[in-house]
C-alpha cells in the first residue's frame, strides 16, 4: 500500500474506500504547480494499490476544484524564465492526470460539494459516477475567454 502523504491533498482510506480531499479551501483548491503533480501522482499510486475498492474525490470548504490557480500563474510569469516549467511539460503533467485516472480500474466518485471549474470540472467529469449537491456548478470559462478547454477538458466536454 502506497503511503499517500502529499502537502495539498488529503488522502483517506477507510476499509477499502479512499478518499481524495483537494486542500487548499483558502483558494477554492485551486490547482497550483504541486497540486497539479502531486495530483499526477496520486492517481497513479491508486491504479496499482490492491486495497481500494473505490475512490471519492471531493475538495474541502465551498466546492471541488476552482480549475487552476491564476495567482500562482501570475507569480510563475514574474520569475526567472529559466527556472520555469515549459509549457509543454505542463500539459502532458495535465494528460497524466487523466491517463492515470483512466488506468484506476476502482470506480472513481467525484462528491461534488460545490464548484468545479476548469481543472476540477474535467476531473469531476472524467470520474465514473458524480454525486452533486444542489449548489454544485460544472463549468470552464476556457472557451469564453477564446482559449481551447486545457488539461484534458478538449477531450471531455464533446463526448458528454
Avoid at 17 to 39: G, K
Avoid at 75 to 94: D, F, I, K, T, Y
Amino acid at each position: 500500500m502506497p503511503d499517500y502523504k502529499y502537502e495539498t491533498l488529503l488522502v483517506d482510506q477507510d476499509g477499502p474506500v479512499l478518499t481524495i480531499t483537494l486542500n487548499r479551501p483558502e483558494r477554492l483548491n485551486a490547482v497550483d504547480r504541486v497540486m497539479h503533480r502531486e495530483l499526477e501522482e496520486v492517481f497513479g499510486e491508486v491504479a496499482f494499490d490492491g486495497s481500494v475498492c473505490a475512490v471519492v474525490v471531493t475538495g474541502s470548504g465551498r466546492g471541488v476544484c476552482s480549475g487552476g490557480d491564476v495567482r500562482s500563474m501570475d507569480e510563475r510569469g514574474q520569475s526567472n524564465v529559466l527556472e520555469q516549467r515549459p509549457m509543454g511539460a505542463v500539459s502532458q503533467s495535465g494528460r497524466r492526470i487523466l491517463h492515470n485516472m483512466l488506468w484506476v480500474e476502482q470506480p472513481i466518485i467525484c462528491a461534488l460539494n460545490g464548484v468545479a471549474a476548469g481543472l476540477g470540472a474535467t476531473i469531476a467529469l472524467f470520474c465514473d459516477i458524480i454525486y452533486a449537491s444542489d449548489q454544485s456548478r460544472i463549468g470552464d470559462t476556457h472557451v469564453k475567454a477564446g482559449l481551447v478547454a486545457g488539461d484534458g477538458g478538449a477531450v471531455i466536454w464533446p463526448l458528454l
